[in-house]
């Protein structure tokens, strides 16, 4: 359905994607992951043919679009970041508004733009001036302009930001079921959210994909560890090999030597697994003296943040 090859966008000298590339099938929901300035927004923004790439190629349903711009367009509802305010229109105004931009069939507009005002739970206000409104009802009529004209792809740009926690559960649910007819791609810098909603997740960072996977292997490769934090005096060095005697665990990290002689190390084992009994023991006949244990609680937000950190794929 859209294919991404090796595309850069640069600003100047800024690059802000850099060689990414990605395929998309038909009737996914994609999360594009990544924190502020990695490079969702620009990512799509040439997906939506508003802006060029530098160098690469863009294809949506079989036409690229820098050569069949019009198909390709077609094809796609955008939802740009941020809620733009076209302050003096009520919400069907508004929708009508976007029908004929759109061209929808002279014939047909008000019975479609009645349906779309129907699906996103606008009826309600339908009347009222979108200034008017809350920020979560000016999101829907933001999701309202993208579906006109029958797109088969969505493309929506941080749909839940500025959003309180009750809008952002309706939002979700919305674009949960929007999912069921479209090929939805929606960026976030919120994991969890993007867990939530979608069954596919590409990490941006900086400009470059840093990982793509399904929500249940990247929770599983972030928070795959459980980390014990150990201070101790091994006046015999014996923490080198302390990974051959007790075998949960899966790494040994130093992570300062402190002016005492005491050293402080990170553990790992897998996320089942507390260590700290067997070290209590273990370390004892070793004739390592403990000072400090404790364990570490990864959120999934923190392990996000490692992975961005760690960079590489
Ligand atoms: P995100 O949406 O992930 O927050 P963006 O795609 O908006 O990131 O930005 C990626 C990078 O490109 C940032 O470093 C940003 O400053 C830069 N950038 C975005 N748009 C422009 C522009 N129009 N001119 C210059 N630099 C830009
Ligand atoms: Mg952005």
Redesign the pocket.
Do not use: W
């Given at each position: 359905m859209i294919e991404v090859k090796n595309v850069t966008k640069k600003?100047?000298s800024?690059i802000?994607?850099d060689n990414i590339s990605f395929k998309i099938k038909e009737g996914e929901i994609v999360g594009l992951l990544?924190?502020?300035?990695?490079?969702?927004?620009?990512?799509m923004n040439m997906l939506t043919g508003y802006i060029e790439t530098t160098e690469g190629q863009i294809i949506i349903a079989g036409n690229d679009i820098s050569k069949k711009p019009k198909k390709a367009k077609a094809q796609i509802g955008y939802m740009p970041?941020g809620v733009p305010l076209y302050s003096d229109l009520t919400v069907k105004e508004f929708v009508t508004y976007m029908a004929e931009l759109k061209k929808v069939d002279r014939k047909t507009r008000k019975e479609k733009v009645e349906k779309i005002i129907e699906q996103t739970g606008l009826k309600e206000v339908e009347k009222k001036l979108t200034r008017n409104l809350s920020r979560g009802y000016k999101q829907r009529v933001s999701m309202a302009g993208a579906l006109v004209g029958e797109p088969k792809i969505l493309i929506l740009?941080e749909p839940t930001v500025g959003l309180d926690p009750k809008q952002i559960t309706e939002i979700r649910a919305l674009i949960k079921e929007l999912g069921k007819t479209h090929t939805v791609i929606l960026?976030s810098h919120i994991l969890s959210e993007v867990s939530q909603i979608c069954n596919k997740v590409i990490i941006?960072n900086k400009?470059k994909i840093i990982a793509e996977d399904t929500p249940e292997n990247l929770e599983k490769k972030v928070s795959g560890n459980n980390n014990t934090y150990l201070t101790v005096e091994d006046p015999e060095n014996k923490m080198e090999t302390i990974k051959e005697k007790i075998t949960q665990i899966k790494d040994v990290k130093l992570v300062k030597e402190n002016e005492d002689g005491t050293k402080q190390y990170i553990l790992e084992s897998d996320k089942d697994v507390d260590l700290r009994k067997i070290i209590f023991t273990e370390l004892a006949k070793e004739n390592i003296t403990i000072f400090e244990m404790k364990n570490e609680d990864i959120t999934l937000e923190d392990a996000f943040m490692k992975l961005i950190e760690g960079g590489k794929k």
């Amino acid at each position: 359905m859209i294919e991404v090859k090796n595309v850069t966008k640069k600003y100047g000298s800024t690059i802000a994607v850099d060689n990414i590339s990605f395929k998309i099938k038909e009737g996914e929901i994609v999360g594009l992951l990544g924190p502020n300035g990695a490079g969702k927004s620009t990512t799509m923004n040439m997906l939506t043919g508003y802006i060029e790439t530098t160098e690469g190629q863009i294809i949506i349903a079989g036409n690229d679009i820098s050569k069949k711009p019009k198909k390709a367009k077609a094809q796609i509802g955008y939802m740009p970041e941020g809620v733009p305010l076209y302050s003096d229109l009520t919400v069907k105004e508004f929708v009508t508004y976007m029908a004929e931009l759109k061209k929808v069939d002279r014939k047909t507009r008000k019975e479609k733009v009645e349906k779309i005002i129907e699906q996103t739970g606008l009826k309600e206000v339908e009347k009222k001036l979108t200034r008017n409104l809350s920020r979560g009802y000016k999101q829907r009529v933001s999701m309202a302009g993208a579906l006109v004209g029958e797109p088969k792809i969505l493309i929506l740009d941080e749909p839940t930001v500025g959003l309180d926690p009750k809008q952002i559960t309706e939002i979700r649910a919305l674009i949960k079921e929007l999912g069921k007819t479209h090929t939805v791609i929606l960026s976030s810098h919120i994991l969890s959210e993007v867990s939530q909603i979608c069954n596919k997740v590409i990490i941006i960072n900086k400009g470059k994909i840093i990982a793509e996977d399904t929500p249940e292997n990247l929770e599983k490769k972030v928070s795959g560890n459980n980390n014990t934090y150990l201070t101790v005096e091994d006046p015999e060095n014996k923490m080198e090999t302390i990974k051959e005697k007790i075998t949960q665990i899966k790494d040994v990290k130093l992570v300062k030597e402190n002016e005492d002689g005491t050293k402080q190390y990170i553990l790992e084992s897998d996320k089942d697994v507390d260590l700290r009994k067997i070290i209590f023991t273990e370390l004892a006949k070793e004739n390592i003296t403990i000072f400090e244990m404790k364990n570490e609680d990864i959120t999934l937000e923190d392990a996000f943040m490692k992975l961005i950190e760690g960079g590489k794929k």
